[in-house]
């Protein structure tokens, strides 16, 4: 499988990649698991190509045939931490590249920064940005954030399917400075939305110039 949703391509819902993931745990082509299920290949071929809400007893059948719970295709325990379930079949660990690290950069809306504090090591989440080579991000002057300025700092994003058992991360180490009143006036106009805690008296742009850029990713064949 391919990692797709993260090129713009549509994503199947998670119903059909659940769907896709066990038929193939089982060693099943469409056909087999469509008889199985008394469904025609087709259907079965749209559900898990496209977002979609089969019918209870539709679902009910599938669930049989797959030898799973309708609990677990509909999403039963997303909610749960990520990262707690078995290792897929073949993984692979590959490292990303740097074109291919800001690429999945790109993707992101919110990431964590890695600052030291009066209180000690943090690690904050923020809402950010890429622009020209660098994260940017927007904090309120004298918050845990803000103390990145002056420093080198860690900012890292990652992403974990559960579903597919596979993720990525990407990690950017540079220097922060404070971005001046016309910097700023572009960020500002680049932002595709306020920070999630509200941008009242989050006037302070920080930009972190990448220094190192490493990514790595577990990949399922």
């Not at 290949?41 to 019918?55: D, N, Q, T, V």
């Not at 090591?121 to 994260?135: C, E, K, L, S, T």
């Not at 990145?148 to 058992?165: K, L, N, Q, T, W």
């Amino acid at each position: 499988m391919s990692d797709k949703e993260h090129h713009g391509l549509p994503d199947p819902g998670d119903i059909g990649r659940r769907v896709a993931l066990q038929r193939e745990r089982l060693g099943l082509t469409r056909e087999e698991a469509a008889v199985r299920a008394g469904m025609a290949p087709g259907y079965l071929e749209y559900l898990e190509e496209h977002p979609s809400a089969p019918s209870g007893p539709g679902l009910l059948r599938l669930a049989a045939a797959l030898e799973t719970s309708v609990e677990w295709l509909r999403g039963g325990g997303t909610n749960a931490p990520p990262g707690r379930g078995r290792a897929s079949g073949r993984p692979r660990y590959l490292e990303l590249d740097e074109e291919e690290c800001w690429a999945r950069l790109s993707t992101h809306g919110v990431g964590r920064i890695a600052v030291t504090t009066a209180e000690g090591p943090a690690i904050i989440p923020v809402n950010y940005q890429v622009a020209d080579g660098a994260i940017a991000f927007r904090t309120k002057p004298g918050s845990a954030p803000s103390a990145a300025v002056g420093h080198e700092v860690a900012f890292e994003v990652d992403y974990v399917d559960d579903v597919f058992r596979r993720g990525w991360s990407v990690l950017v180490v540079g220097r922060a400075r404070a971005a001046g009143e016309e910097e700023a006036r572009h960020l500002a106009g680049q932002e595709l939305g306020e920070p999630w805690t509200g941008g009242e008296e989050r006037d302070l742009w920080v930009v972190v110039r990448a220094e190192r850029v490493t990514g790595r990713r577990i990949h399922t064949e």
